[in-house]
């Protein structure tokens, strides 16, 4: 098993790599630019149903159960996401669907809509859950020796491992590199990444829910009365090199033009933040151990679902060096 583990990228990928490395193995965490990192602008929510399309997301069982077992009660939410349902040909479907051997178990009971909302009734979405993702990868990353510092320099050894930066040697680098992925590409090649940017607004309503809705975006109650409503999906960011773009007034407008179709209240808006999410063509991630350089591991590609799906592939990734 390896001793000395440098992880590059510490946002949630970096995160679940590190905390589920072997036992009795050193750890450090490379991250030079946590603004830059989706983790810290990100939700949290963890959801298996694509409520977009009405599918479930990919090895949701198996990623839930990893989840569940991650993440600590004390950043997780007990409440659910309800789905707001307008009709009552949508109130069918979800009945309907709630039959269906894989989503089905999902969809979960009707509650009644509360007020302020345009929704004939609320439809659950089982299992679904709330990580307060910051607070969670800031406390671990204090757990491991954090280098403040941009990986310039990546070299295997001839006599096995790896050198960081030229200075620092190390028996394993797994690269979490999110939508920069500069390391993950020039070893792997083309990931096909399709990154694309989210905005997230912070508002205020004058009659809100105390619980976490969905219709066209999300809007989650905060501890102080506030609301986030988002996030938007922008596309078009070609490279890695890119920054996280300055909040947009046009996906601003978007965002409230979506949400006033379905809450009757007054939204007041306070701030906006922007990201950008390490999308794959495909919105599968991209993980393992590189075929032919020994100790180079990659997490990377998870898109709009890394709080979901970044603690079951870290395990993955574990026991397949392990064999
Ligand atoms: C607005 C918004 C809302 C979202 N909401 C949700 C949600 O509700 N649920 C959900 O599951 N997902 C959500 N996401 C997606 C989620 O943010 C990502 O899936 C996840 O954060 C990706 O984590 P990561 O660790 O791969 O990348 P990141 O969090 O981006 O971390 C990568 C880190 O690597 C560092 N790095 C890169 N290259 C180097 C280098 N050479 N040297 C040193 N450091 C380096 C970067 O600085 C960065 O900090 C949201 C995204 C956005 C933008």
Redesign the pocket.
Known sequence: MPQRIAV???????VAVAKQAPVGAHVEL?????E????R?????VNPVVLKRRRVVWRAAEALAAARAFYPDSVRGSEPIYEVLRSPEEVNDWNALADHPTLGPYLGPLVESPAGIKGICLGTVNESFRVNLRAFADAARSEFTLREV??ETLEPLPKGGWLLNGTQEYDVVVL?????A??AEHFWGDLRFARTS???LRVSLTRGPQVMLHRSHFLLPEPDGTYQL??SYGWGISSGTALPPSPQASQTDELLDSARAWIQTEVTVHSAWT????TTSDRRPRWGWHPECEGLGLL?G???????HAPLLAQELWSALKR
């Open positions: 590059i990228g510490a946002g949630i990928a970096g490379f991250d030079a630019h946590p830059r990192s989706a983790t602008v990100a939700t949290g929510l941009v990986v979490c590199e999110g939508y920069q500069r390391w989210g905005q997230g988002g996030a990201g950008i999410r390490p990377n998870l898109g709009s679902r890394g709080t979901l």
